[in-house]
T-cell receptor, first 113, second 111 residues
């Protein structure tokens, strides 16, 4: 059974640009959550999608957005990139969310210069 | 759940010894908890979980203990091996499948 796949693994972008990251969950999993990991703030919740609907959102500005497709694949988008957006972005998939095991991908390392 | 200016505690153990990693959680309403292991350059890896109606759960070489009275979780690793060296995170699941992570603990295993 394939795990959670995130693409790309590494990205370098310039301030002001936008970026789209992709996550393919484990087959059959309907919940996809996104997290940002930085040395200073640790792991922080961005948002969760379930059956193409955003079900929960963390405390991030509106520049951070996401969506989920009918096949449960998810994308997150960051617009008008800032240096502070440099981080490891992690995607987690779970069967139902709401108290079921969540499995993480390897992450996308975004560097904003 | 946010941590600012993280300085991760470090636990150093001798290979073969048992390790105990502790975690305090914040929300008394949380009813599901997970321990993750993160190695350098990788995403967090699920280790073991526990629901609030239990106080102990055992896996292969790992045991999680939950004390709801003091909002405390611990992860016990038996016969610690060099491959166990990593950062360990506890996480509590809040409403909407939102995981709130602890700051993490670095486990170093000395051979």
């Amino acid at each position: 059974k394939a795990g959670v796949t995130q693409t790309p693994r590494y990205l370098i972008k310039t301030r002001g640009q936008q970026v789209t990251l992709s996550c393919s969950p484990i087959s059959g999993h309907r919940s996809v959550s996104w997290y940002q990991q930085t040395p200073g703030q640790g792991l922080q919740f961005l948002f969760e999608y379930f059956s193409e609907t955003q079900r929960n959102k963390g405390n991030f500005p509106g520049r951070f957005s996401g969506r989920q497709f009918s096949n449960s694949r998810s994308e997150m988008n960051v617009s008008t990139l800032e240096l502070g957006d440099s981080a490891l972005y992690l995607c987690a998939s779970s069967l139902l969310g709401q108290g079921t095991e969540a499995f993480f991908g390897q992450g996308t390392r975004l560097t904003v210069v | 759940g946010e941590s600012v200016g993280l300085h991760l505690p470090t636990l150093s153990v001798q290979e073969g010894d048992n390790s105990i990693i502790n975690c305090a959680y914040s929300n008394s309403a949380s009813d599901y908890f997970i321990w993750y292991k993160q190695e350098s350059g990788k995403g967090p890896q699920f280790i073991i979980d526990i629901r609030s109606n239990m106080d102990k759960r055992q896996g292969q070489r790992v045991t999680v203990l939950l004390n709801k009275t003091v909002k405390h979780l611990s992860l016990q690793i038996a016969a610690t091996q060099p491959g166990d060296s990593a950062v360990y995170f506890c996480a509590e699941m809040e409403y909407g499948n939102k995981l709130v992570f602890g700051a993490g603990t670095i486990l170093r295993v000395k051979s």
